[in-house]
């Protein structure tokens, strides 16, 4: 195949660190960027002018992504912007029957879901979900682990997105929405009406990797707690004083949102969303089998029987996980490691232009984007009824008792 043909839509934080990180692969061509931010536009064809690519063709007004995806002959196109965005533009874009890599992001709607999977199946077109946690190497040498039969049976995961955003959310008047730059403009105003896990997908793609979720096994039933939210009014009383109405405002986001999962094969997943009061980052990792456990806060840490150690963690579990290195990051880790920002993202780009290259379904696919984005509207509807139990669909129909395990899948093997 020729190189492969790609649109951006949305350079902010993010869409520019996936410019920049295509555009150190020889087999894609950045064809359009849409953006209505023009300052953004332009930062990112300085990008491009420096690589000394061909300029790609720009598209500025609100609603640009139409006229791209209507005019432009693409293969794929990326979509990194605000999270109310993502269901308009990633529809009209299926509808073109491409390619649609799509940021993390947070659903609004079971059926704007249920219509993207519709679409997506109506009109051909293939959507992966960008989750770059997915290829974090420790998850990676786990599952190898796992694959082994270290770990033996599992029975429990947790994980989480346990991020401290209250600088994120705030300008530094503490004012957010318009006229604040990035994500104070679109997040946090949904802190002020949603109460939920907004964020689920760094957290339970990594563990739906793990659990073969939607490939043998699949979720069953949610149900989601909230803590009273004081976070944010705390912070910014701290920092403009208590008169501030940001300080005197009601956000519905409850500072730490739990969510438990069960699943088909009777393991419990635990999801922690944690992003208003001080901490440091992580994604808390926890996968607990018959045979070991791996935790993964502040460190790694592991106890597997099979070592042969009564009840201490493994004395180093980093060698440990280096021994289980996943074959992927052995062959690839020198290229990812020139990546920007983050290795995880070489790895999550390759899958998705290798699977237009090869014209193949990508690893993650509609299905799993669906199953891990319904999570926030889910969460949200068990807390509106007292942390209710709510049935998890199956978006697959049935098809997840057949459908090829994640650890048999050829993009992860060869
Ligand atoms: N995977 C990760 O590690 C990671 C990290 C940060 C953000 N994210 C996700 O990436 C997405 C984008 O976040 P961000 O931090 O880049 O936000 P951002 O606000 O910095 O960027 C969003 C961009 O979208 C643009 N935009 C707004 N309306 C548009 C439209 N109609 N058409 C095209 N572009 C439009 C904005 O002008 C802006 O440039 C979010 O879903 C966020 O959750 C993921």
């Known amino acids: 195949m020729d190189k492969v043909r790609i649109g951006i839509i949305g350079v902010g934080y ?67 912007v605000p999270w109310h965005l993502y269901y308009p533009i990633c529809k009209y874009a299926l509808e073109k029957g491409i390619y649609v890599g799509v940021e993390a992001a947070s659903a609004q709607t079971m059926e704007e879901l249920y219509d993207l999977l519709e679409t997506a199946q109506r009109f051909g077109g293939k959507c992966m979900l960008l989750e770059n946690a997915c290829y974090h190497r ?18 429990h995961c947790r994980g989480g997105y346990e991020h401290d955003l209250r600088s994120i959310k705030f300008s530094p008047e503490m004012e957010f929405g318009a006229g604040t730059q990035s994500e104070a403009a679109w997040r946090t105003e949904h802190s002020v009406r949603r109460n939920g896990d907004l964020y689920p997908t760094h957290g339970v793609g990594p563990i739906a990797q793990l659990l073969d979720i939607n490939r043998g096994n699949r979720f069953i039933s949610l149900s989601s707690y909230s803590t009273k939210s004081v976070g944010l009014n705390r912070y910014v009383a701290k920092h403009q004083g208590g008169q501030h109405e940001n300080a005197k405002r009601k956000f519905r986001l409850g500072d730490v949102v739990t969510t438990t999962l069960t ?6 997943v635990v999801l922690t969303h944690n992003t208003n009061v001080a901490r440091p980052y992580s994604l808390g990792f926890r996968v607990q089998g018959t045979d070991g456990i791996w935790i993964q806060e502040n460190g790694n840490h592991l106890y597997l029987e099979h070592f042969g150690e009564d009840n201490i963690w493994h004395a180093d579990s980093k060698q440990l996980l280096e021994q289980f290195d996943h074959n992927l990051w052995q062959r690839f880790g020198l290229a ?33 984007m669906v199953t891990w984005l319904s999570i926030t509207p889910l969460s949200e509807r068990s807390i509106e009824q007292d942390n209710a139990k709510v049935a998890f669909p199956d978006f697959t129909e049935g098809k997840w008792q057949e459908r090829i395990s994640f650890y048999k899948e050829p993009s992860l093997t060869y």
Request: glycine share 6%; net charge negative; charged share 30%.
């Open 14 to 80: 993010r869409g520019m660190i996936h410019l920049q990180n295509l555009l150190q692969r020889d087999d894609v061509i950045i064809r359009a960027i849409s953006d209505p931010n023009i300052d953004n536009l332009a930062k990112a064809l300085s990008f491009i002018e420096t690589r000394g690519e061909k300029k790609p063709n720009l598209y500025s007004e609100l609603n640009g992504y139409k006229h791209l995806l209507d005019k432009e002959k693409l293969d794929g196109v990326i979509v990194s």
């Open 263 to 268: 699943t088909a094969k009777g393991e419990t």
């Open 336 to 368: 990812a490691a020139k990546t920007v920002r983050h290795e995880m993202d070489y790895f999550v780009l390759k899958e998705f232009v290798e699977a237009i290259q090869e014209e193949r379904e990508p690893r993650f696919d509609i299905y799993d």
């Open 138 to 155: 420790d998850v990676m040498a786990v599952m190898n682990m796992i694959k082994d039969g270290l770990f033996g049976e599992l029975v």
